[in-house]
Each structure stands twice: as C-alpha cells, then as structure tokens.
C-alpha cells in the first residue's frame, strides 16, 4: 500500500501544474531505465505530439499505399509508379536542406501548422482529380508534387522537434517511438485504404487523409515547441552548416552516406512494391491481399523499431547496424525468388523488422550528440538521404525490372547492403557504441571532433 508523504512548500517554490504532478504520481513507483521507450513516454507533451503524429502518418499512408495500386491500375507502368513516387519524395532531395534551415530560424510552430495545411488542402485536390474514370496523369503527377513540396519543407522541422521534447538521456527511447509511429501507420494505414479503395475509389481515401492532418494540427496549437539556439550563421550560410557539421564529425558524415546509399541501392523494391507482388508473387495489386502484404511489412518495421528502445535497448547500436544489414540482404534476397503468396507474408514481415531495427538504430547513433543548434539542418540530410533519394531509385529500380526483372532489382539491393555491412565492421575508434542513455564516445571518452554536448 503506497504511503502519502505531504510536505510544505516553501512560499517561493512554484508549484507544478495538475497534469505534471498526476504523471509524476503515476510514475512515482516505477523504475524507469534512461533512454527506454518507456521512459520517453512518461513526458506528457512528448506523448501529446507523438499521439497526433501517429494519427496523421496513418491518413498517409492510406493515400500512399492507394497512390501505388491506383499509378499501376491506370498505366500497368512501373515507371510511372516510380514517377509518382518521384514526385511524391522528390522534392525531399531537392528542399529538404531549406525546411532545415527554416526549422532552426523561424518559429516551428507557426511553420509547422502552415505547412499541415498546404498539404490537406491539395490532398483534396487530389481526390477531386482521380475523381474522373479516366483521370489525368499529369495533373496527378502535379498535385502529387505540390504534397511532396509541403512535406519536404516540413519534415526537417517535425524531425527536429520531437526528439528534444525529452531529456537528451532518454532520446533513444523517443527516436524508437518515433520509429514505431511511423511503422505502425504503415499498417493501420494500407489496411484500411485498400478497403476503401476496393469499395469506394481513391478518391474518398484521399479525403480522409485531408481529415487526419486535424490531428497534427490540433496538437500544434496546443503544445509549446522549443525553440532552437542560436548557431551564429547569417543568410545563405545556413544551407551549408548542415554539411560542414558532418564532413567535421566523422560518425555523422558516415551515417548520412549510409543512408544515401541504402536507400539509393537498397531499397527500390519497397516503391516497386505493387510490380513486385502483380508480377512475381501473384498478388493483385487492388486486392486485400496487397493490402495485408503491405500491412505485413509495416507490422515488421514497428517490430524493428520498438526493438531498438526496448529489446535493443542497453546494446551497443553500432553491432545492431552491423549484423541488420547482413540479415536484410539474405532477407531481401529471398523475397525477390518467392513465387508464391503464402511465404511472401512472413518473409516480408522479418524483412521489415530488420529493415528498420537497422533505421532506427542507425537515426539513434546519429542523433544521440547532435548540438541542438544543427540539428534540423543535419536531419535535412538524413531525409535527403532516407526519403529524397528513394523515388530516384525507385525509378531506376522500374527500369530495371522492366528490362531485367525483379530477381536483378533484389540482387543489387542486397549487394549493396553486403558492403555496408562492410563498412560498419570497418568503422574503428572514434566510432564507439552508442547505448540508451549514454553518449557515443572515442576511446578516451570525449565527443568526435565537431560534437557540440549541450547540457538539457
């Protein structure tokens, strides 16, 4: 039975608001381990911006999924799903290096809500242009561009706000959590488009992803975003400081290269999903089916992710990166021989846990040091690298699979993820392990050149 312990306050002590003291009496008796995903949750405004992040990634992921199958029914192309898929992630490559510079100079906020709208309102317009039985490529390759430019300039800044709103001790559990919202949707998501799809049209999916950005929006106004500090660089400068902090910090100059080649090499086949399952597996593209395939490799990926703030938790990350690229090419390579959909179900569920154990440990290692004052500029670069550079592959994966088959395309990304493998074995001191709670670290324990360890 817990005992009540009452104390005075002295007169110029502040007393804490309702809601903090109700989590601090429901956490009183609990034991939480620094860095967990669990501990991550136990800070209310972090759980706020998490709950409608998860809310509005599922809306997206009911328009992307949907955005596939509907790119394949018209045309029977993989190249024009790897355009719409260009023109959805595109942008990422190309804007990405400005939303950060705008994440860390300009109020977050009012840029974030800003931005949340601009894309609801052109996925309405989207719904309203497949509306027709025969609708125009063009103009979906053109709305499907004005939501990529929305979220290109976003994304920076969401990524920059959400780990901080914990203590840096606990960021790893909040970069996992993160992970897992954003694969969860994964499943949530197509589960739910490729029914409405099958029953009503895309158009109606659409508009409910227009919905969902309400929840995004409702939180913003409701939680108070840190700003950032200050970094000292003026104008156009603010492009580069990204970059210069990573050519001067050789474990984040690493990770960012890792992940442009992964994604570039690698990962293909997740944009050529519907080609992959019409052709190869015999799964329908407009089908349940597709839907559960597709639901199967999301619920891998929460898997993954929520392995690295809990499971993964106290283990070195840099051996978790090292051994998850060598499963993922035997995995990936397995896939692509499938000839069946019964096996294709669990191998595409494991594929996605180790996939994103991979991503997420990968994010952790880079994110767990970065100096507050970069670090939506240095997240520009990794969704340059994880979401911009992926539509171009994804457009030369069509290619390849048109002329070579989808046996080529797998070959090539499991190769490529053999070599990174590689080249995490061959990473030496400075590049030291990176636990939940504790800091990357040289051999004599101090920050890699560059690093800038700011006290919370």
Known sequence: ???????????DEPCAPFEDVEDAY????????????????????????????????????????VLGALAYRLTRSAVFVGLVTAAQLGPLLVLSMVGGMLADAVDRKKLLVALTVEQAAFSVVLAAVVAPSHPSKVAILLTVLAIGVGNALYAP????????????????????????????SRVVGPAIGTVLYARFG????????????????????????????ASGEQGLHRLVEGVRYARADRLVGRCLLTIFLFSLLSLPFISQMPAIAGESIGINPKSSGYGLLYAAFGAGAVIGALSIGTVFARRDKLAVTRFGFVGFAVLLFVFGLLR???????????????YFAVITSLSTILQQDLDDAVRGKVMALWIMGFGG???????AGGVVIERFGVVALVAVGAVAALGLSVLWFTTDAPAASVTAGGARSGSAGQPPPGDAVLAD
């Open 157 to 184: 800044a969401f990524s920059a706000v959400l780990p901080i709103m914990v203590p840096r001790e606990d960021m790893p559990g909040a970069i996992s959590l993160n992970s897992v919202q954003m694969n969860a």
């Open 340 to 354: 069946a959909p019964a096996p294709a179900y669990p191998v595409i569920l494991v594929l996605g846990a180790v």
């Open 1 to 11: 039975m817990k005992q009540r312990i009452d104390r005075q306050l002295p007169s």
């Open 202 to 229: 895309p158009s109606w999916v659409f508009v409910l992803n227009a919905v969902s950005y309400a929840a995004v929006i409702a939180v913003l106004l409701r939680v108070p975003l840190p700003r950032p500090p």
């Open 389 to 395: 550079i992926v539509p171009f592959g994804g457009l």
């Open 26 to 65: 429901l956490e009183g008796d609990r034991v939480l381990v620094p860095g967990t995903a669990r501990a991550a949750l136990a800070h209310r405004p972090f759980r706020t911006v998490y709950a409608g992040a998860f809310t509005s990634n599922i809306g997206t992921w009911m328009q992307n999924v």
